[in-house]
């Protein structure tokens, strides 16, 4: 009996590091074996003074939450670390650096959308491409990194790819890249957030980072956005 393979944005490891042991089973670590007593039934109230739980909080009130940023740094840190390790070159890690953002714009997306319709009187879906463009320079980057970014630009040459610029991104400020892989663009996470949020709203595209440093910033990153032909045949019935 054969099973469906699972999508490739939510596959990571690779079929050769799955074979090669590396593979969570109950009895590999103490961490995720089952307790010795059902839970079910036994949580007990919570004592007087006690934090609550994050998960109990309102979304809502999350909102204007913001996270250390030495601690996303170590865990981002860690992140390219433990892919480096399971890869074969620069694409392959960019690849896997994409699909690991693409997981995370999805719920970026469905939080903003749940955000949206909670608190505005007649919520609205963005239908033409360049305002959830605008949506996603603007709001997407201060969910994610407390600050929109800094430019948007469209292709002179190509009609189908436009351009989020960041000067300075946050999720590249800590990240040493070695000589031999001066190529590489860790922002390829960034990447993924954006391409899910645009699949998630309907403008399917191929999303890419590349490192363009200037004088003035050497961390400047371009995200390329190539839209779908679908896209572009329905801006332009929109137009008429």
């Known amino acids: 009996m054969s099973y469906p393979q699972p999508h490739p944005r939510f596959s990571v490891l690779s079929n ?52 250390s940023a030495s601690a996303f740094a170590f865990l981002f840190s860690e992140i390219v670390q433990y892919t480096q390790k399971r890869v074969n070159g620069i694409n392959d890690l960019e690849r896997r650096l994409n699909t690991l953002g693409y997981r995370v714009g999805t719920r970026v997306l469905e939080l903003l959308a749940w955000r949206n319709e ?4 007649a919520p609205k879906r963005e239908t033409r491409f360049l305002p959830a463009l605008m949506s996603i320079h603007t709001h997407v980057w201060r969910a994610v990194y407390g600050k929109p970014a800094d430019a948007i630009e ?8 436009y351009m989020i610029i960041d000067n300075d991104p946050p999720i590249t ?39 363009t440093p200037t004088d003035q910033y050497p961390n400047r990153t371009t995200i390329l956005i190539k839209l779908e032909k679908s896209v572009l045949e329905r801006e332009e019935a929109l137009k008429t």
């Open 154 to 161: 469209k292709s002179v040459e190509n009609a189908d790819e």
């Open 118 to 121: 909670s608190a505005a009187k």
């Open 16 to 67: 050769s590091s799955l074979s090669s042991g590396e593979h969570l089973s109950p009895a590999s670590s103490s961490r995720f074996s089952l307790p010795l007593t059902p839970s079910i039934n036994t949580a007990s109230t919570p004592k007087p003074g006690a934090r609550p739980n994050i998960y109990d909080r309102p979304l809502n009130k999350t909102r204007n939450v913001e996270v």
């Open 173 to 211: 400020r800590n990240i040493s890249v070695p000589r031999d892989m001066s190529s590489l663009s860790c922002s390829s996470f960034t990447a993924g957030i954006v391409e899910a949020v645009l699949d998630g709203l309907g403008f399917p595209a191929r999303v890419t980072a590349h490192n």
